[in-house]
């Protein structure tokens, strides 16, 4: 799973830097950053979306859980 989340991460950024040279948008140097947030925050969305589908699994009743 967390290679598949690395992979999809790495081939939306691709995809977007692809997108935006051909819409001819300038390469600034906050866009060398990018890459790694959106790597951040996608590990961190994959991980979220797997306790999710544990706690699923398991049946745990949403009432009680502590948040």
Excluded: C, K, Q, W
């Excluded at 598949?4 to 692809?18: P, R, Y």
């Excluded at 001819?24 to 589908?53: E, K, M, R, T, W």
């Amino acid at each position: 799973m967390s290679f598949s989340a690395l992979l999809l991460v790495a081939l939306s950024t691709v995809a977007g830097f692809g997108i935006a040279s051909l819409a001819g948008l300038i390469y600034g140097p906050v866009h060398s950053v990018l890459p790694f947030v959106l790597l951040g925050i996608g590990v961190d969305d994959a991980f979220v979306i797997a306790n999710s589908f544990d706690r699923e699994r398991e049946g745990v009743p949403r009432e009680s859980e502590d948040d």
